[in-house]
Each structure stands twice: as structure tokens, then as C-alpha cells.
Antibody, heavy 118, light 109 residues
Framework: QVQLQESGPGLVKPSETLSLTCAVSTYSISSGYYWGWVRQPPGKGLEWIGSYFHSGFTYYSPSLESRVTISADTSKNHLSLRLTSVTAADTAVYYC???????????WGQGTLVTVSS | ETEVTQSPATLSVSPGEGATLSCRASQSVGDNIAWYQQKRGQAPRLLIYSASTRATGIPARFSGSGSGTEFTLTISSLQSEDFAVYYCQQYDNWPPGVTFGQGTRLEIK
């Protein structure tokens, strides 16, 4: 059973950078699979942010590509998400998830709420 | 970028009855469709992938069908725990990308 746990500041000021970490347990992220970030604004639907491939490639949502960076620290077995120049529209629950057969998300973290407010 | 549209937005069904949820893609996606169930305060749960393959541990009352642009999630004999929000998700092969539908809320009638 793969376990994922997101962590990071729950409050970020407008125009600043949102930084989150996803700790992965019971599976080495360098061994395979793809790993993604998905967010969900309060009361709204799901939005894909981007994905990291164990080979080091990353792919991002076109709507966020200019502001987002996803990376991995294989020594710590965790993923990172950075989103710059945040606004209130970036307020959401942020999830990390494992991807199977390329692009389906089978294991998810519990999610972490990030609020953008001054 | 391929868009996916779900219908209806809300579906009211009595326990024990069946439910059919629809998902339409703006262009053909082959069978690159998944379905998720999300309960309040929880992360989504993968139900179906590749349009019709049940994920590990998913009961047989959940089934998926379709290809191209039209897809369906069918839940037979609804149980109390099935009332939730359901999302479909597609992916594009190139450039790689993922989009989710806006969700269908399945509520108790």
C-alpha cells in the first residue's frame, strides 16, 4: 500500500510562492511510475497541475505552466511543488498522487489546504 | 487540450436502484478515461480506468463503458456509501495532459 502525505504552509500571501512537499512511503519514487499533483478549490472540481516522471521529465498544465515547478528528491523519497505569484484563485486543497498506466491516479494523499490571503 | 463534460450535474436516485452517469469528450480520446468517486472531506478514489477496467478492490456493481467521445459509468443497486460526487478524467497522449470533468453529484432521492 503506497502512502503519500502532503505538507507545507497553510497560508500564503498573494504574489508569494507556494511550496509543498509530498512524502512517499513504502515505494521508491525512483523505481518507476509517474507522480502528479492535483488541486481542488473549495467546493469546486479537480484540476491537474502537473506530473513528474521517474526519469526526471515533467509535464505541466498549460494554464499553470509559466508558474509551476515539480521536482523530486529521491534521497528523501519526496516530491515538491512550487507555484509562484499566487493569487486568491490558487486557494485549494492540493493533492499528490501516484499515476498508473501513465495517467490515472490510483493512490492519493489526504490533501492539504492552502489559502492565499494577506 | 481535450475537454470533458459530465451530465447530469446532479442525479437523485433511491437506494437499491441503478444510476447512469455520462461523460463526453470534446474529441476522441480512445479509451483514455477514468472515473473517480469523492466523498466530502476525502481524496478521490479511482474506480474505473481505461474506460472499463475496475481498479483494485472496486465492487462489481461499478462498471464503465464507452470509447471515442462518449462514456458511461453505471452503478447497479446503489448502496448508501455510493452517494458521493463522481468525476471523469481523460488524458491526452501528446502533448501529455489531464483534464477532469466538472463532476456529477449522486444524491439520495
Amino acid at each position: 500500500q503506497v502512502q503519500l502525505q502532503e505538507s507545507g504552509p497553510g497560508l500564503v500571501k498573494p504574489s508569494e510562492t507556494l511550496s509543498l512537499t509530498c512524502a512517499v512511503s513504502t515505494y521508491s519514487i525512483s523505481s518507476g511510475y509517474y507522480w502528479g499533483w492535483v488541486r481542488q478549490p473549495p467546493g469546486k472540481g479537480l484540476e491537474w497541475i502537473g506530473s513528474y516522471f521517474h526519469s526526471g521529465f515533467t509535464y505541466y498544465s498549460p494554464s499553470l505552466e509559466s508558474r509551476v515547478t515539480i521536482s523530486a528528491d529521491t534521497s528523501k523519497n519526496h516530491l515538491s511543488l512550487r507555484l509562484t505569484s499566487v493569487t486568491a484563485a490558487d486557494t485549494a486543497v492540493y493533492y499528490c498522487a501516484r499515476q498508473i498506466t501513465g495517467w490515472y491516479f490510483d493512490y492519493w494523499g489526504q490533501g492539504t489546504l492552502v489559502t492565499v490571503s494577506s | 487540450e481535450t475537454e470533458v463534460t459530465q451530465s447530469p450535474a446532479t442525479l437523485s436516485v433511491s437506494p437499491g436502484e441503478g444510476a447512469t452517469l455520462s461523460c463526453r469528450a470534446s474529441q476522441s480520446v480512445g479509451d483514455n478515461i477514468a472515473w473517480y468517486q469523492q466523498k466530502r472531506g476525502q481524496a478521490p478514489r479511482l474506480l474505473i480506468y481505461s474506460a472499463s477496467t475496475r481498479a483494485t478492490g472496486i465492487p462489481a456493481r461499478f462498471s464503465g463503458s464507452g470509447s471515442g467521445t462518449e462514456f458511461t459509468l453505471t452503478i447497479s443497486s446503489l448502496q448508501s456509501e455510493d452517494f458521493a460526487v463522481y468525476y471523469c478524467q481523460q488524458y491526452d497522449n501528446w502533448p501529455p495532459g489531464v483534464t477532469f470533468g466538472q463532476g456529477t453529484r449522486l444524491e439520495i432521492k
